[in-house]
């Protein structure tokens, strides 16, 4: 299982929010870059981004970081946050990113997920942020009236190939991962799942590697100390 430690990027520095709430940020590096080095040095195969600005407004608003980045650090990278359109996701490959994550986009226009799977396939992934079992949009300010397990076999069927779960109400909270929406989604489509939110210790990373799970992201767990990311990745190999 291949651990993702995560950069929420906000006004140019890491945040971490609580619950998907704006309003409880709180700032766990002034140096993104800083931040993405120190992941690599202690063994990070793979960094997970988000630009928080992004899916607010919209579009990428944090690019000069993420080139950074994505240059500087020389693993691959995954991004959401505010891809809306073709031009973006062109753009972001352009840039050297490894996989774009579409989210409010993939569920308001389908023919765009659709677009973007036909030109580089793998390197989309797809976003499915759930609130009592429903999907939200709009850095989780909207939530609709889709049930993310049918959101996602529709995302399968037009060859979505990898899928970030995330139960919004355990994002940022510590306490621990809903295993069961988790198992639920890994059980109900072949794509690769990722999971996020929740997350505490070692053994919740544990629990997830037993289901099969493809990754887990982890962000406040690592910033607060609760877990050792060099041990993180050993136990998950």
Known sequence: MIIFPAMDLRDGKCVRLYQG????????????????????????????????????????????????????????????GGIRNMETVDMLIDTGLSRVILG????????????????????IAVGIDAKNEKVAVNGWIDVSDVDYIDFAKQMESIGVKTIIFTDISKDGTLQGPNLEQLEKIHKSV?????????????????????MGVYGAITGKAIYSGNINLEEAIKVCK
């Not at 409880?24 to 993104?32: I, Q, R, T, Y």
């Not at 993420?66 to 959401?80: A, H, M």
């Not at 939110?197 to 070692?202: E, L, P, R």
């Open 104 to 123: 409010t986009a993939a569920l308001k226009d389908m023919n765009f997920v659709k677009q973007a799977v036909k030109k580089y396939g793998e390197k």
């Open 21 to 80: 709430k704006f309003d409880e940020s709180e700032v766990v590096g002034e140096n993104p870059l800083d931040v993405a080095l120190d992941f690599k040095a202690k063994g990070a195969e793979y960094i997970h981004m988000v630009d928080l600005d992004g899916a607010l407004k919209g579009e990428i608003k944090n690019l000069s970081i993420i080139s950074e980045v994505i240059k500087t650090v020389g693993i691959p990278v995954e991004l959401g």
């Open 190 to 210: 072949s794509c690769d799942i990722i999971a996020s939110g929740g997350i505490k210790n070692v053994e919740d990373l544990k629990h997830i590697k037993d």
